[in-house]
């Protein structure tokens, strides 16, 4: 599977993006995919997860009722809604996919990985 995130940006505190996650090469429906994000000087940390079909996710704490995870299996897409942005979400988004249905917390159980978008938030 090959991922390709886009939809980061620049954007005031407060404000929404909406990222993407595009997979293309295999049968993406089959794939649990999660967000991941990286800030400058810290260990990348999880963001998000859902499952192959949709019906399960799973958030950080630190995310849990302003970001939501979405995906179009028809469209090979995941989405990451992003509300009430703060200065510590600014981060390198990484989307990530791992065969099976349940979505994962851990960056060791997501097989493929895409390349990163930026998100940067002002105050």
């Known amino acids: 599977v090959q991922l390709q995130a886009s939809g980061g940006g620049l954007v005031q505190a407060g404000g929404s993006l909406r990222l993407s996650c595009a997979a293309s090469?295999?049968?993406?429906?089959?794939?649990?995919t999660g967000w991941f994000r990286q800030a400058p000087g810290k260990e990348r940390e999880f963001v998000a997860a859902?499952?192959?079909?949709?019906?399960?996710?799973w958030y950080a704490d630190s995310v849990k009722g302003r970001f939501t995870i979405s995906r179009d299996n028809a469209k090979n897409t995941v989405y990451l809604q992003t509300n009430s942005l703060k200065p510590e979400d600014a981060a390198v988004y990484y989307c990530a996919a791992r065969y099976g249905g349940l979505g994962s917390r851990y960056e060791y159980e997501y097989d493929f990985w895409g390349q990163g978008t930026l998100v940067t938030v002002s105050s």
């Open positions: 859902i499952s192959r079909s949709g019906s399960s996710t």
């Open positions: 090469g295999r049968t993406f429906s089959m794939y649990a």
